[in-house]
């Protein structure tokens, strides 16, 4: 069992960076590779980033690569998004969630998921 706390959203202007935070406890979080998903109203989930358990690998949808970076910190058991030069069309639900087996790419990989933090963009 894996729990997932996201943190760090909020509402921010166009341009505009944010950091997201997600904290993990229970099973040795370092053994999973982690992804990063959101949801817009009337959208369905849709990939953002992924990093391998040991962060040698990161995955990025078109959409975001070049102002979004994923990273981890095994030893505090945190993974992290940092989002530049954020767009209107940015705003959703972001989550977190811990791949089971599977595309990094696909909701369905992954077996354990945060609540999600809603991030808000303005133009």
């Known amino acids: 069992q894996v729990r997932l706390v996201e943190s760090g959203g909020g509402l921010v202007q166009a341009g505009g960076s944010l950091r997201l935070s997600c904290a993990a406890s229970g099973r040795t979080f370092s053994s999973y590779a982690m992804g990063w998903f959101r949801q817009a109203p009337g959208k369905e989930r849709e990939f953002v980033a992924a990093i391998s358990w040991s962060a040698g690998s990161t995955y990025y949808a078109d959409s975001v690569k070049g102002r979004f970076t994923v990273s981890r910190d095994n030893a505090k058991n945190m993974g992290y998004l940092q989002m530049n030069r954020l767009k209107p069309e940015d705003t959703a639900v972001y989550f977190c969630?811990?791949?089971?087996?599977?595309?990094?790419?696909?909701?369905?990989?992954?077996?354990?998921w945060g609540q999600g933090t809603q991030v808000t963009v303005s133009s």
């Open positions: 969630a811990v791949l089971s087996i599977g595309s990094y790419s696909q909701a369905n990989s992954y077996h354990y």
